[in-house]
């Protein structure tokens, strides 16, 4: 039995995204940040389905859960759900140029987003507003950057 490689800069580039999501940054700033763990963890689903997937997605969900400090299982649910769609069209999601995927990402992320709000709204009362949307913004302009440096690593470490 082949040993898989590149597992552990998989959990690198998570560990990465995680530091990210949790770095402090000025309040304006900070609304708009894009959720990186779920950008990475896009591009590993596209990249490589049979190794990071929902349960992937569920773990880092918790993770974030915890980083961030909302109700335990929210983000958990909200990335499952998006992999779990991902995953399931991945291989069209890879025959799209990097705008395109750009785009379809960036439906995902607003979605992603949504899904925080009603549950956020259903647990707290949270009410909604416009700046919600702004990560599925930011997210869709990071992405070409964040795919092109990710899959670089990948053909340069080998990764299958």
């Known amino acids: 039995m082949r040993k898989p490689q590149g597992l552990g800069f998989i959990y690198l580039s998570l560990l990465v995204a995680l ?3 949790v770095m402090p940054m000025p309040q304006a700033v900070k609304l708009a940040r894009p959720d990186w763990a779920l950008l990475v963890l896009m591009y590993w689903t596209m990249a490589l389905p049979q190794r990071v997937g929902v349960i992937t997605a569920f773990f880092t969900g918790v993770i974030v859960d915890v980083l961030v400090g909302t109700v335990l ?3 958990a649910l909200a990335f499952s759900v998006v992999m779990f769609v991902l995953a399931q069209h991945h291989l069209k999601m890879r025959n799209f140029g990097v705008l395109q995927q750009s785009l379809v990402l960036g439906i995902l992320l607003a979605f992603y987003q949504l899904q925080l ?4 709204h259903f647990l707290t009362g949270v009410n909604f507003r416009p700046q919600y949307l702004w990560p599925a913004l930011t997210g869709m302009l990071v992405w070409p950057w964040l795919f092109w ?5 990948r053909r340069q470490l080998k990764i299958q």
């Open 19 to 21: 530091l990210l999501t």
């Open 117 to 120: 709000f009603w549950l956020s």
């Open 73 to 75: 299982g929210v983000n």
């Open 149 to 153: 440096l990710l899959r670089r690593y």
